[in-house]
């Protein structure tokens, strides 16, 4: 747990997040373990144990290898970092097929971890899934846009609404899933002003990525935006730190220092 004060006091809810819409710009970052989640404690209003956490961490290619144990694993891990953010839980690739073994995988996440939402990627076509997780009392936010869990299946990754025809679905998506019980849409990967629309045609928070300013928050995954992920830096990503960079220059003075016996000196010494 942080043990510095962040801006944020109060523990973030649903309906904290609910009554930020269209007041106050939400931010939200990944986390996978317990001492990033600690630094992001009382920072940001929302974590997000992504499945990107197979890619940034394990050194996948996509994100369609991590399974719940991982992600259950993780999340735990998160939840005992960080006592203010909402938690999402990314429901990984293959945990949701059916509305029956979303529910089952859902409940367990609830159960085993403090998460307070779950996010699955799909359009209408995941309706009747975020509906039966709703009327269970599970609280979904929707991925839609570009949804990396397609990359195979689509053969890359490609910017969405960019016809007429595409963002006119893409707001029809919106409109259904808000309608089928979901709590926040993820929007990712999408020309801004279709996300602009869609922010404004809804009753829900929407969370972008790569989808302009008109959201109503913004998530980065933390290695990127720290840049400790050096693989490649998409457009949308936005460095506010070169950490990369700090940690070879750390490590090159330590290893330095070891060389010459600098250290330990008598202060590091007993
Ligand atoms: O897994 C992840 O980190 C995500 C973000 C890219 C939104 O889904």
């Given at each position: 747990m942080s043990m510095q004060k962040g801006p944020i006091e109060k523990k973030v809810t649903v309906r904290t997040l609910r009554r930020m819409k269209g007041v106050e710009p939400i931010t939200m970052v990944t986390a996978y373990d317990a001492l990033f989640a600690g630094l992001f404690d009382g920072e940001v209003e929302m974590i997000l144990v992504g499945d990107s956490l197979v890619m940034s961490f394990y050194g996948a290619e996509d994100t369609l290898g991590a399974t719940m144990e991982q992600m259950l694993y993780h999340t735990r891990a998160v939840c005992r970092g960080a006592r203010l953010p909402l938690i999402v839980f990314d429901m990984p690739f293959g945990s949701y097929m059916s509305e029956e073994q979303a529910l089952q995988n859902a409940?367990?996440?609830?159960?085993?971890?403090?998460?307070?939402?779950?996010?699955?990627?799909?359009?209408?076509?995941?309706?009747?899934?975020?509906?039966?997780?709703?009327?269970?009392?599970?609280?979904?936010?929707s991925h839609i846009g570009l949804k990396p869990q397609?990359?195979?299946?689509?053969?890359?990754?490609?910017?969405?609404?960019?016809t007429t025809e595409e963002a006119l679905e893409l707001m029809e998506d919106a409109r259904i899933l808000q309608e089928a019980g979901a709590t926040a849409l993820l929007l990712e990967g999408m020309q801004a002003d279709v996300?602009?629309?869609?922010?404004?045609?809804?009753?829900?928070?929407?969370?972008?990525?790569?989808?302009?300013?008109?959201?109503?928050?913004q998530v980065l995954v933390w290695s990127d935006m720290f840049g400790f992920f050096e693989a490649f830096k998409p457009k949308f990503v936005k460095r506010y730190l070169e950490g990369a960079a700090l940690i070879r220059e750390g490590l090159r003075q330590y290893r330095d220092e070891v060389k010459s016996r600098a250290f330990p000196d008598e202060e590091h010494s007993y």
């Amino acid at each position: 747990m942080s043990m510095q004060k962040g801006p944020i006091e109060k523990k973030v809810t649903v309906r904290t997040l609910r009554r930020m819409k269209g007041v106050e710009p939400i931010t939200m970052v990944t986390a996978y373990d317990a001492l990033f989640a600690g630094l992001f404690d009382g920072e940001v209003e929302m974590i997000l144990v992504g499945d990107s956490l197979v890619m940034s961490f394990y050194g996948a290619e996509d994100t369609l290898g991590a399974t719940m144990e991982q992600m259950l694993y993780h999340t735990r891990a998160v939840c005992r970092g960080a006592r203010l953010p909402l938690i999402v839980f990314d429901m990984p690739f293959g945990s949701y097929m059916s509305e029956e073994q979303a529910l089952q995988n859902a409940t367990k996440v609830y159960r085993e971890t403090c998460a307070q939402m779950v996010k699955i990627e799909g359009g209408r076509e995941k309706a009747g899934i975020v509906r039966r997780l709703s009327e269970n009392g599970i609280a979904v936010m929707s991925h839609i846009g570009l949804k990396p869990q397609s990359v195979r299946a689509e053969g890359g990754y490609r910017i969405q609404g960019r016809t007429t025809e595409e963002a006119l679905e893409l707001m029809e998506d919106a409109r259904i899933l808000q309608e089928a019980g979901a709590t926040a849409l993820l929007l990712e990967g999408m020309q801004a002003d279709v996300a602009a629309k869609i922010t404004k045609a809804v009753a829900i928070p929407t969370i972008g990525i790569g989808a302009g300013n008109g959201t109503d928050g913004q998530v980065l995954v933390w290695s990127d935006m720290f840049g400790f992920f050096e693989a490649f830096k998409p457009k949308f990503v936005k460095r506010y730190l070169e950490g990369a960079a700090l940690i070879r220059e750390g490590l090159r003075q330590y290893r330095d220092e070891v060389k010459s016996r600098a250290f330990p000196d008598e202060e590091h010494s007993y």
